[in-house]
């Protein structure tokens, strides 16, 4: 479920080992471990070990969380830039909107380097080297929308799939019982084909069948559903307001307000959801402007993840050869990257898990970079594979799970329930 940076054990005594890390000397709890020796490597969280791992796979971790940037030269900074720094250092993460457009505006390899650096030690200041894996199952790509942007709205011809309930149970038991995920979204288009008792029953089963934090994101639906869902075990949700530019929006989602979404989003906080939420970053007709609106708006509906991720052209729309500002791989990875850090900025606790969309940008290293600009979750794409290729919301959906993330970020064991229910009721 979650990854962590491994240490070696140094010595041990009465069951308890002193372990050295790439960022710390520690002292650990062998009572999971009891066999471990002097000069293992181990996995370990909240000071108890969880697994001996070998020194190979320990270094390949270690490369997996380990930055190459360069020790930052504050000196050599605009003098902005060297303030909005200091501030953040100081432990005043509430930036100004004027600061956050700067920070959104930054170029050159120096400065974005150096942002990223910084929201980088942050996150391991505090969150930590906790790499949480969470899973996604789109059950299904009908959607009664027709959102600009969106790949499976109702005018596009794209194959469309539906799973059944059973179908939905057995997927998500595989993830739980054989993979050891512990937190799963399950996603849809806005498909009215299940009505609400059908999801409520279908949550119901899920969580009596199995040990697993239920998240949902299946847009707009009443506020007496989404009591009933809670009620019934979904205890997150995953709901972006999209953009926080209303005329944008609208134009976007014709014939939906703004203030609707951002009224069933607090709704939702409201009623206890672990809510993650946010924005797509880098839409046709968005300026910087709005984006930092977009992270204002994340910051005061106080939301404990935040979930955003680049736009991506999808075949078939009408946003698909948008001639837009940020028109090419390289520059929507960057955007995005900077939002990720302007947002651990402005929160540093917050989860922000690195979205499949961010992969599809840079599949080899998406991951990677996102991370290492403050983000600390990762999400991967449960869907079955037979579907999977018709939840087309955008084009080229990076769909890979890297082995070692598998390996070891999902232990399979109480324990690692027990340390993901700490880490998210905690910041709720
Ligand atoms: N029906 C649900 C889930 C929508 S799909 C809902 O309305 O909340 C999940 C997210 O995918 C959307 O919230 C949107 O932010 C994102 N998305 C849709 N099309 C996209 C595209 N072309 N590029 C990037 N993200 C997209």
Redesign the pocket.
């Known amino acids: 479920m979650c990854l962590t940076i491994p240490g070696k054990i140094e010595s041990i005594d009465k069951g308890i080992a002193t372990v050295i890390s790439a960022r710390e000397r520690a002292q650990i709890d062998l009572s999971l471990v009891f066999q471990a020796q002097v000069g293992d490597w181990i996995l370990y969280a909240t000071n108890r070990a969880v697994k001996v791992i070998s020194e190979e796979d320990a270094k390949e971790i270690i490369s997996l969380l380990e930055d190459k940037y360069h020790p930052v030269d504050v000196s050599k900074l605009p003098l902005k830039f060297k303030k909005i720094i200091f501030k953040v250092r100081s432990g005043n993460s509430n930036l100004t909107k004027d600061e956050i457009l700067y920070l959104l505006s930054l170029k050159g390899q120096n400065n974005l380097e150096t942002l990223f650096a910084e929201a980088n030690t942050l996150r391991k200041e505090r969150i930590k080297d906790f790499i949480c894996i969470h899973g996604i199952i789109e059950f299904s790509n009908y ?1 009664k ?1 027709s ?1 600009l ?4 709205r109702k005018e596009n011809k794209v194959p469309r799939y539906r799973l059944n309930s059973e179908e939905i149970i057995d997927t998500a038991f595989d993830a739980v019982e054989n993979e050891g995920y512990k937190l799963l979204v399950l ?4 498909d009215d084909s299940y009505s609400d008792a059908d999801l409520i029953d279908l949550i119901v089963k899920i969580k009596q069948k199995m040990k697993v934090f239920v998240f949902i ?4 639906r009443s506020e007496k559903f989404y009591q009933e869902a809670y009620e019934a075990g979904a205890t997150g949700s ?3 307001f ?1 953009t926080s530019n209303s005329e944008l929006y609208t134009k976007l989602r014709p014939n939906k307000l703004l203030k609707d979404r951002i009224k069933l989003v607090k709704a939702m906080i409201k009623m206890g959801y672990y809510v993650a939420s946010g ?2 970053v880098g839409l046709p007709g968005q300026s910087l402007e709005d984006l930092a609106d977009d992270l204002l708006t994340i910051k005061s509906l106080g939301v404990p993840m935040i ?1 955003a ?6 075949e078939g ?1 009408p ?1 698909a050869s948008s001639n837009v500002m940020h028109n090419n791989a390289k520059t929507q990875l960057e955007l995005m990257l900077k939002f990720v850090a302007v947002a651990r900025f402005m929160m540093p606790d917050v989860k922000i898990p690195v ?1 499949t ?1 961010l992969e599809t940008l840079d599949p080899e290293n998406g991951r990677h970079k996102g991370l290492l600009a403050g983000a600390n979750a990762l999400m991967f794409n449960l869907t079955p594979e037979k579907f999977a290729e018709n939840y087309s ?2 084009d080229n959906k990076y769909r890979e799970r890297e082995k070692v993330w598998q390996k070891y970020g999902l232990f399979k064991g109480e324990e690692s329930w027990e340390m993901l229910e700490e880490k998210l009721m905690l910041d709720k």
Request: glycine residues 12%; proline residues 3%; charged residues 10%.
């Open positions: 959607c929308n959102c942007y969106c790949g499976i996603q849809s288009g806005e994101s299946v847009g707009e995953l709901i972006r999209e924005s797509m979930s991720g680049p736009w991506l052209a999808a729309t946003l979205t969309a919301i955008y």
